[in-house]
Nanobody
């Protein structure tokens, strides 16, 4: 069984910073892509940033230049450094990973439980 656990959310003032973490554990043979999504109240879940295998990264236009995604393959952990936060960044942030649990098995998508980020003065 694979488990993703997010941490690092909280309340921050506009212009502030937060660092989210997502740790994957359990039966993991290989991790392909890892992603951060967010969902604000009344809105659809949107992809924020992705990192594939090594270091290829992509970002939503709304966070480019402010957020940085990274991963530590040795620890099966992904991070999202969020700077210059805005009230519109307020949402529940979810991590997602494409994981091959054992050799020769198909890749599956896994989700974390989410962590709340609130940007408010």
């Amino acid at each position: 069984q694979v488990q993703l656990v997010e941490s690092g959310g909280g309340l921050v003032q506009p212009g502030g910073s937060l660092r989210l973490s997502c740790a994957a554990s359990g039966s993991i043979f290989r991790i392909n892509a890892m992603n951060w999504y967010r969902q604000a109240p009344g809105k659809q879940r949107e992809r924020v940033a992705s990192i594939i295998s090594g270091s290829t990264t992509t970002y939503a236009d709304s966070v480019k230049g402010r957020f940085t995604i990274s991963r530590d393959n040795a620890k099966n952990t992904m991070y999202l450094q969020m700077n210059s936060l805005k009230p519109e960044d307020t949402a529940v942030y979810y991590c997602n990973a494409v994981i091959q649990p054992v050799a020769a098995a198909p890749y599956n998508y896994y989700w974390g439980q989410g962590t709340q980020v609130t940007v408010s003065s």
